[in-house]
């Protein structure tokens, strides 16, 4: 492992497709989750990461142009916040459009490279329960409440929902390599 800070490549692909299929790399089937326990899968996450990132090896990059846990965990703890507000907005306003959020912005200007592991687990674990309370809270039609993004992407809570825990699990599976798998 490496501790090389290299330059991280933006991630550009529309994630969309998750909804319609299996991802291929991490084994995520969207059709598969029951909307109901989004908020647990959200919660056993969180505790996936709190223990990842005691870890002492949390902070080092597997490869020069890679995330290491550190910077993932910071990343997931980022998607719920994001995710966390989108769901408040499909649950108290009308067919919302999603502020546009740049993640790799948001990892340059949060310094995702140099947070210390163990200074990431409260948050990240606030934020999951954030937005897991969220998703527990939905009942009934709500999940069929709609919202978008400003290219014309159209969710509902419950789909959002699946869309959200698709992006927590493939970044587990991308730090298998601490885990031993």
């Known amino acids: 492992m490496t501790s090389e800070h290299a ?6 692909k529309d994630w969309t497709w998750v909804l319609d299929r299996p991802c291929p790399e991490c084994g995520f089937d ?6 109901s326990a989004l908020g647990a899968e959200i919660r056993a996450n969180a505790d996936f990461w709190a223990a990842t ?9 597997p490869a020069p142009g890679v995330w290491s846990p550190a910077e993932y965990g910071c990343h997931v703890r980022d998607v719920n916040r994001v995710f966390a507000g989108r ?54 039609d709500q999940w069929e ?12 809570v419950e789909t959002l929902g699946r869309y959200h825990l698709h992006d927590l699990v493939h970044h587990r599976w991308d730090v298998r390599w601490i885990m031993g798998g």
């Open 145 to 156: 409440r709609p919202g978008r993004r400003s290219n014309g992407s159209v969710f509902t």
């Open 30 to 35: 969207a059709s598969r989750v029951d909307r």
């Open 87 to 140: 769901v408040e907005q499909l649950l108290t306003e009308d067919d919302p459009q999603f502020a546009n959020w740049d993640q790799d912005e948001t990892a340059r200007a949060e310094r995702y490279d140099e947070q210390a592991p163990a200074a990431v687990v409260p948050d990240l674990v606030a934020a999951a329960e954030l937005a897991a309370g969220w998703y527990d809270r939905v009942a009934g």
């Open 53 to 61: 990132l005691a870890d002492p090896r949390a902070a080092a990059r």
């Open 7 to 12: 330059t991280i490549e933006p991630d550009t």
